[in-house]
């Protein structure tokens, strides 16, 4: 932070991309431009060739662009693409549809082609208010499609589905709230079905399932990516631990983690950021980030940075007062003692299961001794959720839940929730503990990609005393 600000200073140009500096350790092998951080078009490319030859023979894919949702009014919400159809193109525009065949097909006109993306097309007006896009000629030049069109000649296009023996798509998704009119994603839908309407061949599962087998293996460059979204990420968990202090709000925790996203460089939040104070520790999803925090509470935060499409999740809690009570020191070290535990089982081989096996058996080990469950299986009473998932293009990202592979990245996020009430001495209520890292498998075994930031009650707490430059 403080080198920003002085680098802000010093540097008229400092706004311009090339000249950013993230402060990235070499070790950590992430480069410093931001440019050079995007993705190219022969990344896309691989994709689609992986999913073609995980096709069967005489078969189609057809993949749709996310819809774009409305908000109210004239207003949208921010656009997100559908992960699968970004994986497979690298285009972030609504309204669009790409078909990938199997073999190469041979279509009217002398056409010889093996993948076609339909988009809108380039319009001068409209790309005034929203934007511009990529267009025919852009999508063949910078994203290296082999062949596109225009969604207007979808309906024309000479395409016989009848003639495969399988069409593999998702279910088309029907929420398109904009209003039907040529060229946009609900006429594709429309036009789709009704070349489709009376085939028996579709097949709304294979697709996921292959498109996830290949996303459940992140390669170089999406590791690349998940590195920096996960090392801002752990920056922006660094500071507000120097941040922290009583009277502050949830919100303000949030202000200052997402500060620190943007600031270097990560587009979005990949999640609504999670930060939970008191009695909201013990609310799982908890995104309203109103309550004033106090001197008694413990604060979670579970946040994840989306860097060019790829997105952190980290979790720390911390208390409020910068030192943690006798009891939260308690909970926190059995928390911290089943990630550990759900760490090490992070290797080539286990069942992706195994994380959270090794996790609730540590919980439950402990709960019983502190007195705090009466039984074993009463565990899932203050820890209800599952350890572990992808990490990727999606926070909870696609994967198969099967054994884990090289170049997986998953969560490890063991947690123990005891909301005011429950069936134990008052003096654990309110008490909501989660600690998450995330961890890339390699032949070496896990590597915590998001080790930077302080996970133990020794290193917490000296954190929580450095200085913040939110503090003026
Ligand atoms: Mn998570």
Redesign the pocket.
């Known amino acids: 932070m403080k080198n920003w600000v002085l680098f802000l200073l010093f540097s008229p140009f400092s706004f311009c991309a090339q000249e950013v500096n993230y402060h990235l350790p070499i070790e950590q092998n992430i480069t410093n431009e931001y440019d050079n951080d995007l993705l190219d078009a022969s990344f896309f490319a691989k994709n689609r060739q992986a999913l073609r030859d995980s096709m069967p023979n005489n078969s189609v894919a057809v993949i749709f662009s996310n819809p774009i949702r409305n908000r109210s009014n004239d207003i949208n919400y921010e656009y997100h693409q559908d992960p699968n159809f970004y994986y497979l193109t690298g285009l972030r525009e609504p309204h669009a549809a790409i078909i990938i065949y199997k073999e190469e097909q041979e279509f009217k006109g002398n056409l010889k082609t093996n993948e076609i993306l339909f988009l809108q097309k380039k319009d001068k007006k409209n790309e005034v208010w929203a934007g511009k896009r990529i267009g025919i000629i852009g999508a063949k030049e910078e994203l290296g499609l082999a062949t596109a069109m225009e969604n207007e000649s979808f309906l024309m296009f000479d395409n016989e589905y009848s003639k495969f023996d399988k069409v593999l798509i998702f279910e088309p998704r029907e929420d398109v709230t904009n209003t039907p009119e040529k060229g946009d994603l609900y006429g594709l839908l429309q036009s789709f079905k009704l070349k489709t309407q009376d085939l028996t061949t579709i097949d709304l599962h294979k697709l996921p399932h292959i498109l996830a087998s290949l996303r459940q293996i992140k390669t170089e460059e999406e590791i690349r990516l998940l590195r920096k979204a996960i090392y801002i990420t752990c920056e922006a968990q660094i500071e507000l631990m120097k941040a922290l202090k009583p009277n502050m709000t949830e919100y303000q925790s949030e202000a200052i983690v997402e500060y620190i996203f943007k600031k270097n460089g990560a587009e979005y939040t990949g999640f609504p950021s999670i930060m939970g104070g008191g009695e909201n520790t013990c609310i799982i999803h908890y995104n309203t980030n109103r309550k004033k925090l106090t001197e008694k509470n413990l604060l979670i935060s579970?946040i994840?940075a989306e860097y060019h499409s790829y997105t952190a999740?980290v979790?720390r809690t911390l208390p409020v007062s910068g030192k943690f009570s006798e009891e939260e020191k308690l909970i926190y070290s059995l928390v911290l003692k089943a990630q550990q535990a759900g760490i090490d089982s992070c290797k080539v081989g286990n069942k992706f299961w195994a994380p959270h096996d090794a996790a609730t058996r540590v919980i439950a080990e402990g709960l019983l001794k502190l007195g705090i469950i009466k039984k074993r299986y009463h565990v899932q009473k203050y820890f209800m959720h599952g350890t572990s998932?992808y990490?990727g293009l999606d926070?909870?990202d696609a994967g198969l839940n099967n054994e884990l592979e090289l170049g997986n990245v998953i969560?490890v996020?063991p947690g123990i929730y005891i909301p005011e009430g429950s069936d134990c001495d008052p003096k654990w209520w309110n008490i909501g503990i989660r600690i998450?890292d995330d961890i890339l498998i390699t032949p070496l075994g896990p590597e915590i990609l998001s080790e930077k930031a302080p996970r133990t009650i020794e290193e917490i707490e000296a954190m929580m005393k450095e200085e913040s430059n939110f503090h003026n």
């Open positions: 579970d994840g999740d979790t998932h990490l926070v909870h969560t996020e998450e």
